[in-house]
């Protein structure tokens, strides 16, 4: 199977056609359909895909976040030998922020102004039992310092609006680590942050993991952080997973024709070529409201053909090694796009 | 920070001084002081020494910095028509309006804030429509209206609650529930829009994934973000009560500054009208202060400006 | 339970146009329809109050005092409402009373608003010593107890249907002038007005051909509760006896009138009261919908 890597043992988490939906004033619509992976502990595991693709509503659906107008159903949810999808809001409480904890896009907003950090530090460690006011006081001055946050005993009584957005993301880092958790789910950790800032961001979750043996799902939109932190990589598009691959397979050998489109839109540095043009992938998403049929990319793909608009959706075919996509088109005629396009750029 | 409330302390100042200027300019534009004192018989010479006896014949200038040299040493001068000391008139009547006003803000904030955050947690609920109803209702009855029905429903009808003056705390229930009205509406909308924005913050969704329970989410990361307006609006509502109670006094007879005004207006008893005026523009200027200090307890922005 | 809603990112739905979309919106908004409905009504009453009122509002018949209510016992069709007491027609006095209420309610908002909207506007635009200046008037008229101002100013001035309407008016610009300001400051941001800017547009054509159009919506808003407000304290006033003078039929007039029978009539009380209550309500639903379909983000 395409959902793990190699058999890892246990995976943290596994997840079996995961499927969001949200009631709209024109219908219902499919947020995510067949969503399914698997996250061995200690891995990185990306979720890459343009806004809307249904990235950001996954994750919110395991942790419990849904807004009311969206249903969650799955044939499995298990993280850490727990079906989590139906669990009763207490218990699933005790999950959160414990051992799945999650790490915020906009750090600007997602401390809360009105107490300071010492405070909304501890205080998770004391709502999941992890110990006393001094113990809790001990573990976030270790983690900030950690984080790479100086005079950290005087930051404890710091509000959040007295730092930079750069510290402030390394404090809900901080916050997420609080309580050893296994997975931590990061949602755009980076995009509200200044591009010197993301890079040490990102370099501070790396170490973390290996220092602490996290499993994290990455989610973005940037395939470059993709490139830099990520094990593994799930490419989706329009609320369904369209690739899964390693993250060095993936960029040495996408395969559908968006994975390829994607990669293609990365900017290179080199050669400064004036005539050179920026790529992009021609077309628009289309809407996710009622029944989805064949392959949610075909009118934007290059490749597409009659079969594709048929059926209920396109089967996932595996490569081996972890690689899968969605496309009816054999690997070789793929590759042989791939060729093409990078021909066309170089 | 302390310059900042340096700031707004003069700026306070300088509006009780423009405040206190246009009501005493408002007041002498009402006609011929020295012909009302005189009565309607007297001749244009008695007139006149009342004129001068008064001061009246002195440029408004100088006549306004005389009352305003007075007023700072506590002399708001004497009533016109019972020729009672102004200060006296007022101190006496403001602890009854006050009593009043307080207990009106309290029993707002009281049913305001839990329906507000009530309506806003279940939002589209039975709850927070029934909410919503109650202020659509209570910001369009008419106060005076509003008091009479009480008056014949349980004043008349049932026989529970004496209907007018102000010497049991029975007295002080119908009037206190009908000038509650005029301000519970607008607290309830400010706590339940201000809950909403919260509740949609990320930092309440932080909540949510740190495994907080409901309570601490609501009421520990939500509320206290939700509060800082209200706290502004109870402050403004209170100044608004003090004044707005005429309307209530009137009706259920109570004994307060308001109905002191209304009688004072009604005969033309001026410094009496306009001592009210510039007091109760002065309680709202410290009310507001006093609000922006509890706001910078609430928010370590506004303190650690 | 959990409130907690996810960001919901852009999907590219097919979108009708705005007007489209207020007018699909304003179809299921029973609110606004109800609030339409009851000003309708209202403003009907008070436009053809001469066609419409059964009697003369004025004529006085002693011999006819309290009479009852058309379903009460001994009511009859001559009064539908019955009389007051002075043996007037209460239906009659009501319907004049409208064209009262609603000329003192609309004046005075529009009057406040057109104050309001351009000392807010010019604040918010202009900025520095103006801004400042204006936001020292919003301060030293938030200090100003106003229903005490109003009472006195009526004692000096009278009270005529003109001086009610100005003298209502001063007391509500500022609400107006601190919503404009706000919005005016967040608008003057935007690309379009530095586009007018840089095209050489002059200051009093940004003011009135880009900015009010742009927040011409929280002015109305703020107009439909200012004209409730105003209706309200115009009713107390007269209550009171230093507004409206009898025997003008205001709604406050009929309610004070009736004191001194409430206890056996209490339906001369009630029936104005009630008729304020429901035009006041009638005035912000309409507002509040206007809000809601012109500015789907703005709901709450």
């Known amino acids: 199977m395409a959902y793990a890597y190699e058999a890892c043992g246990e995976p943290i988490l596994s997840v079996r056609n995961l499927e969001v939906s949200l009631k709209t004033s024109v219908g219902e619509l499919k947020a995510t359909r067949g969503i399914s992976f698997d996250i061995c502990p200690g891995e990185t595991f990306a979720i890459v895909g343009e806004s809307g693709c249904g990235k950001s509503i996954s994750s919110m659906a395991l942790m419990g976040l849904l807004p009311r107008i969206a249903t969650a159903r799955a044939d499995r949810c298990v993280f850490d030998g727990q079906e989590i999808l139906n669990l009763s809001r207490r218990k699933l409480s005790n999950i959160r922020g414990n051992t799945l904890s999650m790490i915020f896009q906009d750090p600007m907003t997602s401390l809360n102004p009105v107490y300071t950090i010492g405070d909304q530090l501890t205080e998770v460690f004391l709502r999941h039992g992890k110990g006393n006011r001094k113990q809790a006081r001990e573990r976030a001055v270790f983690l900030l310092e950690r984080v790479g946050i100086k005079n950290a005993a005087e930051r404890l009584g710091a509000y959040p609006h007295q730092l930079s957005g750069g510290l402030r993301q390394r404090v809900v880092i901080a916050m997420a680590m609080m309580c050893r958790p296994k997975l931590i789910i990061a949602d755009e950790p980076t995009t509200a942050l200044d591009v010197t800032v993301q890079m040490r961001t990102l370099a501070l979750l790396a170490e973390l993991q290996r220092e602490f043996g996290l499993a994290i799902i990455l989610i973005t939109h940037d395939l470059g952080v993709v490139a830099s932190l990520s094990d593994r990589v799930a490419v989706m598009y329009a609320g369904q997973i369209v690739e899964t691959a390693p993250t060095r397979q993936l960029f040495a050998d996408p395969t559908h024709p968006y994975t390829q489109g994607l990669i293609q839109c990365i900017p290179s540095y080199e050669p400064p070529n004036p005539d050179a043009e920026l790529h992009t992938i021609p077309g628009m998403v289309p809407s996710l409201i009622g029944k989805q049929r064949g392959c949610a990319f075909r009118n934007r793909c290059s490749l597409a053909v009659d079969a594709c608009g048929e059926g209920d959706e396109i089967a996932l075919r595996e490569l081996g090694e972890g690689h899968a996509y969605r496309c009816l088109q054999p690997h070789d005629a793929l590759v042989a796009n791939w060729r093409l396009l990078q021909g066309e750029s170089a | 920070m302390l310059q900042y409330f340096v700031k707004r302390l003069g700026i306070a100042l300088l509006v009780v001084l423009t405040v206190s200027v246009i009501s005493f300019g408002l007041l002498r534009l009402s006609g011929d002081l020295a012909q009302n004192l005189a009565g309607e018989g007297a001749t244009p010479a008695q007139v006149d020494e009342i004129r001068v006896l008064y001061g009246l014949d002195r440029s408004m200038i100088a006549q306004y910095f005389d009352w305003a040299g007075s007023a700072l040493k506590g002399d708001l001068g004497r009533s016109l028509f019972s020729n009672d000391p102004v200060f006296e008139l007022i101190t006496h009547r403001l602890p009854v309006t006050f009593t009043l006003a307080v207990s009106s803000l309290l029993l707002a904030i009281c049913v305001a804030l839990p329906l507000g955050v009530f309506a806003a947690v279940y939002r589209n609920s039975w709850i927070d429509r029934a909410a919503l109803g109650l202020a659509v209702f209570g910001s369009a009855v008419p106060s005076f209206w509003f008091a009479l029905v009480l008056i014949y429903v349980f004043g008349v009808q049932f026989r529970l609650l004496p209907i007018s003056g102000s010497t049991t705390w029975a007295h002080f229930i119908m009037p206190t529930v009908t000038l509650s009205t005029m301000v519970m509406p607008q607290i309830m909308r400010l706590t339940r829009g201000g809950m909403i924005d919260a509740l949609d913050a990320d930092y309440v969704k932080m909540a949510w994934a740190k495994g907080l329970n409901p309570m601490a989410v609501f009421f520990k990361h939500a509320l206290r973000n939700a509060l800082l307006p209200v706290v502004s609006l109870a402050a403004v509502s209170l100044g608004f009560l003090l004044g707005g109670s005429v309307i209530v006094e009137s009706v259920f007879s109570v004994n307060g500054i308001g109905s002191l005004a209304y009688e004072s207006i009604k005969r033309a008893d001026f410094p009496v009208v306009q001592s009210i005026l510039f007091v109760l523009s002065f309680v709202y200027v410290v009310l507001t202060l006093l609000s922006d200090l509890i706001n910078a307890r609430i928010d370590p922005r506004i303190r650690l400006h | ?300």
């Open chain 3, 1 to 300: 339970m959990s409130n907690a809603p996810a960001p919901l990112d852009n999907m590219d739905l097919p979108m009708p146009s705005p007007r489209q979309q207020s007018w699909m919106m304003a179809k299921h908004h029973v609110g606004l329809q109800i609030g339409a409905l009851i000003v309708l009504v209202f403003t009907i009453w008070a436009v053809f109050a001469p066609f419409l009122a059964p009697a003369d509002p004025y004529v006085q018949n002693l011999a006819n005092r309290l009479a009852p209510m058309i379903w009460q016992d001994g009511g009859s069709w001559d009064h539908i409402l019955g009389t007051d007491g002075f043996g007037r027609d209460l239906l009659s006095r009501l319907i004049w009373g409208t064209q009262v209420t609603m000329i003192v309610g609309f004046g005075a908002a529009f009057i406040s608003g057109v104050v309001g909207t351009t000392l807010g506007m010019l604040g918010g635009y202009l900025g520095g010593k103006i801004d400042a200046a204006v936001i020292f008037l919003i301060n030293v008229k938030l200090a100003m107890p106003g229903v005490l101002i109003a009472l006195s100013l009526v004692s000096i001035f009278g009270g005529s249907l003109l001086s009610i309407t100005i003298i209502l008016s001063l007391l509500f610009w500022d609400r107006f002038a601190v919503v404009t300001r706000t919005a005016t400051q967040q608008v003057r941001t935007r690309e379009y007005i530095a586009a007018a800017e840089c095209s050489g547009a002059s200051k009093a054509w940004i003011l009135f051909r880009e900015i009010l159009p742009n927040i011409s919506n929280q002015i109305i808003v703020i107009g439909s509760l200012e004209m409730g407000i105003a209706i309200l304290i115009e009713a107390a006033l007269s209550f009171l006896g230093l507004g409206i003078q009898p025997p003008t039929p205001s709604w406050g007039i009929l309610v004070s009138e009736a004191r001194d029978t409430m206890f056996f009539k209490p339906h001369l009380i009630v029936i104005p009261g009630l008729a304020i209550c429901i035009l006041v309500i009638g005035i912000n639903l309409l507002g509040d919908g206007i809000r809601d379909i012109t500015e789907p983000q703005g709901r709450n």
